[in-house]
């Protein structure tokens, strides 16, 4: 069934971002560059209530603050119409994240934020307030930072700083910014979907420890190189997200152009 509830227009997140009146009284903000909020949907071309989702994603791209990834799942490609973008490593990710926020059910359209909330990834008053705690959060918190270029066929990838306490987790997501698909059966018969920041790939590439003490300022915490061959043909963009090991919360996040 189509979902009822209305989107919020991006700008109406945007502005909610940057108030003020977001922060507690006397709230510090961390030193340091800013790195984007991560949005995670979950979607399929076959599923009537996703479409709004999918358009709010669009919007929301727009803004530099904000990192939003559509992971579109599998099961729902036996429904009637095979997502040409179904990702079996999109479904195990939705499961995983359900096991981490205490719950069975997986559903779309799905929004994490942040890696710290899960809502329904069209009701707009929901994300406006799961986006506003993630904003606190990362201020609140120390960022993991990432440099990564491309560059003779190999992709290198180094992290710096601390993951104190515990250890974070460091995934390689490949996506594709648009697409347009013109759906044959299924919930969304004869509609022709324009999709953003599809997922085509994602992994992770290790998981990093955390240090009693800082490492030397010249030692990376973690590399990792890749072969750009190795990653989806459609895809020109990659997002490399940090994540606490044991919270989920997102540490660090930096996108980076695969066919610049």
């Not at 560059?33 to 009537?48: D, F, K, M, Q």
């Not at 989702?53 to 904000?66: F, S």
């Not at 750009?228 to 996108?255: C, F, M, N, Y």
Request: glycine share 8%.
């Amino acid at each position: 069934m189509r979902s009822q509830l209305g989107l919020v227009t991006a700008a109406a997140i945007c502005a909610c971002l940057i108030a003020p009146s977001l922060l507690p009284a006397g709230h510090a903000v961390a030193a340091g560059p800013a790195r984007p909020l991560v949005l995670e949907l979950y979607t399929s071309e076959g599923c009537s209530s996703c479409p709004p989702a999918e358009a709010l994603v669009g919007k929301l791209m727009t803004d530099p603050d904000l990192l939003p990834l559509a992971f579109h799942v599998d099961y729902w490609d036996s429904q009637g119409w095979r997502d040409r973008f179904s990702l079996s490593a999109a479904t195990q990710r939705q499961h995983d994240w359900a096991r981490h926020f205490g719950g069975a059910n997986i559903y779309t359209p799905q929004m994490i934020i942040d890696g710290r909330r899960s809502v329904l990834g069209s009701d707009g008053p929901a994300i406006v307030a799961a986006l506003r705690d993630s904003l606190v959060a990362r201020q609140a918190s120390e960022p993991m930072g990432i440099e990564a270029t491309v560059a003779d066929g190999q992709l290198r990838i180094e992290l710096s700083g601390n993951c104190n306490p515990g250890s974070c987790d460091t995934y390689l997501v490949s996506y594709l910014p648009q697409a347009s698909t013109h759906v044959g059966r299924g919930e969304n018969a004869g509609q022709t979907l324009v999709e953003w920041n599809i997922v085509r790939s994602v992994q992770k590439l290790g998981t990093t420890k955390g240090e009693t003490t800082a490492p030397p300022a010249a030692s990376p915490a973690a590399s990792w190189q890749i072969a750009v061959s190795t990653l989806p043909a459609d895809a020109t963009k990659l997002a490399i997200v940090v994540q606490d090991s044991h919270s989920g919360g997102v540490r660090g996040a930096r996108v980076v152009d695969l066919h610049s």
